[in-house]
T-cell receptor
Framework: NAGVMQNPRHLVRRRGQEARLRCSPM?????VYWYRQLPEEGLKFMVY????????ESGMPKERFSAEFPKEGPSILRIQQVVRGDSAAYFC????????????FGSGTQLSVL | GDSVTQMEGPVTLSEEAFLTINCTYT??????LFWYVQYPGEGLQLLLK?????DKGSNKGFEATYRKETTSFHLEKGSVQVSDSAVYFC???????????FGSGTRLSIRP
């Protein structure tokens, strides 16, 4: 039973390019959370999605960032026109239901913006 | 809003030393509390949790007690090992129960 899969593991982009981060939740999980970890800082909540719905996006920057979790396929975190300050580790977590006491985390995507 | 404050690292100890990592929280109501661990190059793993006051969570020799009166959830281990070297995060479920809020993490390094 595969865990939460994130790809790519490392992503390098130049300023102004787009970054797409993918997250495949654990089998059967329909709840996905995205977190961002800046260097030497804790994890900051970004967005909580359920299949085809955004439940809580209170941690998402107002511009350039978007997330989706379609009926079929992985959840995607999209960052348009990346800037150096977007460089961070982005972690995805999934849960079977809204009981997020049972979160399972992926290994993260390290985004580096040159 | 809800928040978690934990002691800053890094913390460096010798093998078999006693470990305490302090954590306090601010929250509406009585949230569930957690400790997560992040080993190098990996995602976070749940280490232990407590869901109500005076509960003690324990796992792999680590313990933490939910103290409502001091709004604390300090992590302790009686005898650390080199393999315990990692970053430890204290966390809570926020009052809307829609997300987990993490502290800033404490990096622990154990010397042989």
């Amino acid at each position: 039973n595969a865990g939460v899969m994130q790809n790519p593991r490392h992503l390098v982009r130049r300023r102004g390019q787009e970054a797409r981060l993918r997250c495949s939740p654990m089998k059967g999980h329909s709840h996905v959370y995205w977190y961002r970890q800046l260097p030497e800082e804790g994890l900051k909540f970004m967005v909580y999605l359920q299949k085809e719905n955004i439940i809580d996006e209170s941690g998402m920057p107002k511009e350039r960032f978007s997330a989706e979790f379609p009926k079929e396929g992985p959840s995607i975190l999209r960052i348009q026109q990346v800037v150096r300050g977007d460089s961070a580790a982005y972690f995805c977590a999934s849960s079977l239901d809204r009981n997020n006491e049972k979160l399972f985390f992926g290994s993260g995507t390290q985004l580096s913006v040159l | 809003g809800d928040s978690v404050t934990q002691m800053e690292g890094p913390v460096t100890l010798s093998e078999e030393a006693f470990l305490t990592i302090n954590c306090t929280y601010t929250a509406t109501g009585y949230p569930s509390l957690f400790w997560y661990v992040q080993y190098p190059g990996e995602g976070l793993q749940l280490l232990l949790k407590a869901t109500k006051a005076d509960d003690k969570g324990s796992n792999k020799g680590f313990e933490a007690t939910y103290r409502k009166e001091t709004t604390s959830f300090h992590l302790e281990k009686g005898s650390v090992q080199v393999s315990d070297s990692a970053v430890y995060f204290c966390a809570l479920i926020d009052s809307s129960a829609s997300k987990i809020i993490f502290g800033s993490g404490t990096r622990l390094s154990i010397r042989p």
